[in-house]
């Protein structure tokens, strides 16, 4: 298939954020590959879906080593895509990678060692097809290796050109800041921290946030639908093909049910407002000022559709904000 991407893709809704006090801007919205571009999943679907992406003017796509399933395999199909489709844009995009979850037997496959997380980078550009990408993650705090070492090896992979810039993610508060501080030691800034960000998970309220916003470091919220359960795809029941549905998802039956009685009354904030629960979760998502991207995922075009409708979103006003803090204090 030829893909000639849309001429108007920089004249439409989407805004560039700038990432912290760096010279990045991100995409408002950006895509993440963690479900739907592994060997199980219809990848024509997954191909279109990183066409229409594209043409809205997403041109940050977030990937991990271990992505899929079986792990490994988003980045190796999406990797072809990208070639056969994308590569006369490859300036255009910001890729993303990540190693800090298992990846291979033995002692090196995963956490925070610098044997591990080169190793990790070198499989990943080639699974990729790629020299380089543009960011490189920490994926997770490693309890028993140095600091130092991580965050080394992350300057490492900066200096030898296999990535631009640095990043973390799921570090709490004052492990960001310890290793903020040391990449800026070290001569590579952290530009961005990837955390679990949504109306149903607020952690990063709890001074993650302040830390990112005083070191001027930029912030990409990663499951902002709490994995479609912010969307009507639960509303009448767990649907067949659904991630709360499926064997290898991340999503338990239980986690849907204990939180339905808030996302109906969430649905019916969203109703008034005139607009989606998903484009409703998104907006709020980027109403925090720390927060740079929203991170979607999609299984489909017309998911990912209604996913940018946040871009329209009207403000909140305060009564709204009340509201919708009060149903998440239950
Ligand atoms: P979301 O919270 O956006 O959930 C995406 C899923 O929700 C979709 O796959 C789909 O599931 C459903 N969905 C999305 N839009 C709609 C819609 N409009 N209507 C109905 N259902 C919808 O994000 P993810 O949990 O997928 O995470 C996003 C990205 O964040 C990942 O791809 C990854 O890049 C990153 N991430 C990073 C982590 C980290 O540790 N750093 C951890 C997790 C994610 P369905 O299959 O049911 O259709």
């Given at each position: 298939m030829n893909y000639e991407a849309d001429e108007d893709r920089y004249n439409g809704r989407m805004n560039y954020k700038r990432c912290?006090?760096?010279g990045l801007k991100l995409p408002e919205i950006s895509l993440g590959f963690w479900h739907n571009f592994g060997d199980m999943d219809d990848l024509t679907e997954s191909r279109a879906i990183m066409h229409r992406a594209f043409d809205a003017g997403i041109t940050h796509f977030d990937f991990a080593n271990n992505y899929g399933p079986p792990p490994g395999s988003a980045e190796k199909n999406a990797g072809e895509i990208l070639k056969q489709d994308f590569s006369a844009h490859r300036d255009e995009l910001i890729i993303s990678s990540k190693a800090g979850y298992l990846m291979w037997d033995g002692p090196y496959g995963e956490w925070g060692s610098r044997k591990y997380m080169l190793s990790s980078l070198d499989q990943s550009l080639a699974r990729l097809q790629m020299d380089y990408v543009d960011i490189f993650y920490h994926h997770r705090p490693d309890p028993d290796t140095p600091l130092e070492e991580s965050m080394g090896a992350l300057t490492t992979a900066v200096n030898r050109g296999k990535a631009l810039y640095a990043g973390i993610s799921n570090y709490p508060a004052e492990l960001a800041l310890e290793a903020i501080s040391l990449l800026k030691e070290m001569g590579t800034p952290c530009v961005i921290h990837q955390a679990r960000y949504s109306l149903l998970d607020r952690w990063i309220e709890d001074g993650l946030t302040d830390v990112l916003t005083d070191e001027g470091v930029g912030c990409i919220a990663f499951s902002p639908l709490a994995q479609g359960m912010l969307t009507d795809r639960y509303l009448d029941g767990i649907p067949e093909g659904s991630r709360a549905d499926k064997?290898?998802?991340?999503?338990q039956k239980t986690q849907v049910e204990q939180q339905m009685s808030k996302i109906i009354l969430l649905n019916k904030i969203a109703k008034q407002r005139g607009e989606s629960l998903a484009a409703m979760a998104l907006a709020w998502t980027l109403?925090?000022?720390?927060?740079t991207s929203t991170l979607v995922g999609a299984s489909s075009v017309a998911q990912l559709d209604k996913n940018l409708a946040a871009l329209n979103s009207p403000a909140f006003s305060d009564d709204e904000l009340v509201e919708i803090d009060s149903i998440l204090k239950g």
């Open positions: 912290g006090r760096s064997e290898h998802g991340f999503l109403y925090h000022p720390a927060v």
